[in-house]
């Protein structure tokens, strides 16, 4: 018999759609042809980031943490339990909230760096490993 001890992981779909766009348009037409996809809001901030913009990418990585609070809740997240990395589908939530949180250090937003950085620990303790890569 397995007894369960805590939430259940989360496991978002997969969506080809967002990946074939990702793979052939630039991230702002992407966002703006799917403007709920976390993932597509995790790009623009990445590549914010990428160009010296902090608060631009905190500005795009703040929509894909609420684009994938969304979706984590629409597909039986309860606001707590595993949101496994190693799960592809996941990594655009995972992705936007680690650059939400890195975006909020650079701009001094220190409340939101502790608050961000425990909620990405409690997804999935070795998410930040993969995602600094």
Excluded at 33 to 51: E, F, G, K, T
Excluded at 117 to 125: A, H, K, Y
Aim: contains cysteine.
């Amino acid at each position: 018999m397995h007894i369960s001890i805590g939430p259940e992981s989360t496991y978002l779909p997969e969506d080809p759609e967002v990946d074939s766009l990702i793979a052939s348009q630039d991230p702002e037409t992407v966002a703006r042809i799917r403007p709920d996809s976390p993932l597509a809001w995790a790009v623009l901030a990445q590549d914010a980031w990428d160009h010296g913009d902090e608060l631009e990418s905190y500005a795009f990585a703040r929509v894909g943490y609420h684009r994938g609070l969304d979706l984590l809740r629409r597909n039986g997240w309860k606001g707590k339990g595993p949101v496994p990395y190693s799960h592809e589908p996941n990594r655009g939530f995972l992705q936007a909230l680690y650059c939400l949180g890195r975006a909020a250090e650079a701009i001094g937003e220190t409340d939101e760096v502790t608050r961000i950085s425990e909620f990405l620990d409690d997804c999935d303790p070795s998410a930040r490993a993969q995602l600094e890569k």
